[in-house]
């Protein structure tokens, strides 16, 4: 698979308008269809689009606008090399007969919006299924009715001609330990490959997108960035098909760094014959974001900051990232911010003490 094929992975920018809108609103820019695009075109103008991002997740909305040079955004990828993709499914919706919980919709005119997304130049979708760990959770409602759903979409999806990214996301919200985490991941994937083979999916045509195996974001337990490549594996193991040829972990909350240590470690310690790379989206654009929050015209700074996340991805999805590179980051943001500085200096010491206040806000260690 192109995509994820030389430590490339997949840029998950496929926010719905609420989701961006929360991200957005998190530092203080106005969520207007202009700022989403101003964004997102920043990103995907990038330098390491070229030798990082295999693919790009869009949203509805981003793959019909175009670009401030009249070019819509699929063909702004697809000249970086990297495929343009589409979130279709429709959201997560109460669950009837099991309230807490949630089932992804979308499958009503699915085929049609397929059709149209193929000729805006996608060539792969996403549909997220999504879990909670809780004492009766997830139900065998939840995993039944999340995975018929997947496997309908990803039979969808083949028939048009593209490459469906199956996502079931057992969410890391909560008290559960990591093995329980272990034991619901592995239920709610066995069951997803249960239904695609009942569906006749095409499984070496597949991308699966799971959760790495975490204890919960409020467990007193958590486990080291070494367990959580061994379980994560462990689970993958007896859980995927061997047809299918590649797999790329969504980020979940991590913070970037642990999101990329935890790849690397699980590249370093795969013994199976699975691609393991990155689908992140929080974990690949939060600093650029606050970055170019304090000013949405410097894409050169914000695309900085993006390039070296996306190298760093890249790296660990080879298991040759290491804690040395990552501090280099502070090296990449000082030499750009000197520049700046300088030039600042140059042209009349406009924005001088800015950009030395805004360096401190993405050397993050
Ligand atoms: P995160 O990496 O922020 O979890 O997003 C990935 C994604 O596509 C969720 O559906």
Redesign the pocket.
């Known amino acids: 698979l192109k995509i994820l094929s030389n430590g490339k992975g997949i840029l998950?920018a496929?926010e719905s308008n609420v989701t961006m809108t929360k991200r957005l609103d998190s530092v203080n820019i106005k969520s207007s269809p202009e700022n989403r695009l101003l964004f997102r075109e920043t990103l995907f103008t990038a330098e390491s689009m070229r030798d990082c991002i295999g693919g790009v997740?869009l949203y509805d909305e981003t793959i019909n606008q175009k670009s401030s040079n009249g070019k819509t955004l699929p063909s702004i990828i697809s000249d970086s090399g990297a495929i343009p993709g589409i979130k279709v499914d429709t959201g997560a919706k109460d669950l009837a007969n099991s309230l807490d919980e949630k089932v992804t919709e979308g499958l009503d005119g699915l085929r049609e919006r397929l059709k149209k997304y193929y000729e805006l130049g996608a060539r792969f979708t996403?549909w997220?299924g999504v879990y909670s760990i809780g004492e009766k959770y997830p139900s065998k409602i939840a995993i039944s009715s999340n995975a018929h759903a997947l496997a309908r979409y990803s039979a969808l999806v083949q028939e048009s001609g593209m490459v469906p990214i199956v996502?079931p996301?057992v969410l890391m919200d909560g008290e559960h330990s990591a093995e329980d985490c272990l034991i619901k991941t592995s239920e709610v994937i066995q069951k997803c490959f249960e239904e695609l083979i009942i569906h006749k999916i095409d499984l070496s045509g597949i991308i699966l997108k799971p959760n790495m195996i975490l204890a919960g974001n409020k467990s007193k337990n958590k486990i080291s960035n070494e367990e959580v490549s061994s379980k994560t594996l462990e689970c993958l193991k007896k859980s995927v098909p061997n047809e299918v040829p590649g797999i790329a972990f969504?980020?979940?909350?991590q913070s970037e760094v642990e999101a990329t240590e935890n790849l690397n470690l699980i590249n370093i310690n795969n013994n199976t014959d699975f691609i393991m790379t990155y689908?992140?989206?929080?974990?690949l654009q939060q600093s650029a974001l606050k970055f170019w929050s304090n000013d949405i015209n410097d894409i050169e700074g914000t695309q900085t900051i993006f390039n070296h996340r996306a190298r760093m991805n890249t790296l660990a999805a080879q298991g040759k990232w290491s804690s040395e590179l990552e501090k280099k980051k502070k090296k990449i943001y000082l030499s750009y911010f000197s520049k700046q500085y300088l030039s600042s200096i140059l042209s009349g010491f406009k924005k001088s003490t800015r950009y030395w206040q805004d360096s401190s806000i993405s050397i993050e260690t």
């Open positions: 998950a496929d997740i996403k997220r996502e996301e969504l980020s979940g909350g689908s992140y989206g929080r974990a």
